[in-house]
């Protein structure tokens, strides 16, 4: 198994500002995504964050707007840019472990005012 | 592109009754197929999967079923219990995609003590 923890678990961020998620597993994980999660909808997939190159984005997300890091094999960043109301949503880390099990992290929650 | 839908948006239940919730998909080239189940204020939680070359899947107390013929999966959950009262969502990858999921719209399940 694999336990992530997302930080901040949830923020408040005034318009026009940019927020990081964190996104740490504890253990080496092959492949890590992220997912939003707008109010009372389901999962969409924002990109693959890939290990030592850029990530890989979905259609409808750019990388000037959710800039992704991935140092490690343990460890991701998401960053929201110049942020408005309606990118309040629950982001969501998963991983794939090496045995092929998918997990997800708890969220984090943005509210933009 | 692909798409994932679910029949019913919400089901109520009494407690101890059976519960089926049902997802129809588009892309027949999806191969492996997962249930979640979602409470308030946290990530998505792993409930059973199926690969395609498979009809039938048994958990505790969970069974999935699943019609390649016309695109469809379910979720059983027997004697249902207040505790199973979430949102319950489907979601599908195929081929290379291991761990990029396309998610359904959710159902919301409530059960009656």
């Known amino acids: 198994s694999a336990v992530i923890s997302q930080k901040p678990s949830r923020d408040i961020c005034q318009r026009g500002t940019s927020l990081t998620i964190q996104c740490q597993v504890d253990s080496q994980v092959t492949m890590m995504f992220w997912y939003r999660q707008q109010p009372g909808q389901s999962l969409t997939l924002i990109a693959t964050?890939?290990?030592?190159?850029?990530?890989?984005?979905e259609s409808g997300f750019v990388i000037d707007k959710f800039p992704i890091s991935r140092p490690n094999l343990t460890f991701s960043t998401l960053t929201v840019s110049n942020m408005s109301p309606e990118d309040s949503s629950i982001y969501l880390c998963s991983v794939v472990t090496g045995a092929g099990e998918l997990f997800f992290g708890e969220g984090s929650r943005l509210t933009v005012l | 592109g692909e798409s994932v839908g679910l029949h019913l948006p919400t089901l109520s239940v009494q407690e101890g009754d059976n519960s089926i919730i049902n997802c129809a998909y588009s892309?027949?080239?999806?191969?492996?197929f997962i249930w979640y189940k979602q409470e308030s204020g946290k990530g998505p939680q792993f409930i059973i999967d199926i690969r395609s070359n498979m009809d039938k899947r048994q958990g505790q107390r969970v069974t999935v079923l699943l019609n390649k013929t016309v695109k469809h999966l379910s979720l059983q959950i027997a004697a249902t219990q207040p505790g199973d009262s979430a949102v319950y969502f489907c979601?599908?990858?195929?081929?290379?995609?291991?761990?990029?999921?396309?998610f359904g719209q959710g159902t919301i399940l409530t059960v009656h003590p």
């Open positions: 964050a890939n290990q030592g190159s850029e990530a890989t984005y």
């Open positions: 979601a599908l990858a195929g081929g290379t995609s291991y761990g990029k999921l396309t």
């Open positions: 892309n027949s080239a999806s191969d492996y």
